[in-house]
């Protein structure tokens, strides 16, 4: 019970900060020549998108909370892989926007594929599987966040998105057009639709 209580304040706190965003980029339009400066947006986009998220996050953690076999465990944490991937890819697919770019007014255009958001979660999923499968990483620990700080093998795992952070980060000041890493594999740039003069639909 302590942990869904941690969840529901996680949710608060992205909430807020997801509102406060909104209602400043809401109120605000930039010159043509900040097309391209979306770094603020961008990292202030996942508080919109982990409340969008947080449904399917809950019910995950509550499923996971019954004692299940390992197998039941590794499909569990599969599926919630999927929906976070099929998320990211059909909002980026039909609009150009998950729900958190959106409320930062920024779009992802000559989109091409989205295939490093792909392989990096082949590659969670796959090393999630393994340390469950094997024992390596312990349900409950996971659920108390513990894991990451007692298991070597698990630290792994959990330093893979912040590995692929610091890549996004480091790509993206060099280049004019702010393109992290990403964006270069993948053909794509990200853009600010509130420009002055210029009408780009949400």
Known sequence: ?????????????????????????????????ERYSTFWPRFFSGFADSCALWPAGVLFFFVLSFGLPNVVVVLVRIAEHLVWLLYAVVMHGLY?????????????????????ILALSLVVMGWDSYLFLTGTADVKDFMSGKAGLEKGSFWILNSLPGLRYLAEVVTMFPNEKRRALHDFIA?????????DGITLAD
């Open 96 to 116: 150009g926007q998950t729900v958190g770019k959106m409320t930062t007014r920024v779009r992802v255009v000559d989109c091409q594929t989205e295939g490093p």
């Open 187 to 195: 053909g794509t740039v990200v853009v600010r639709t509130n420009i």
């Open 1 to 33: 019970m302590t942990e869904f209580y941690q969840h529901l304040l996680n949710l608060a706190v992205s909430a807020l900060v997801a509102y406060l965003v909104w209602r400043h980029y809401s109120a605000r339009s930039y010159p043509p020549e």
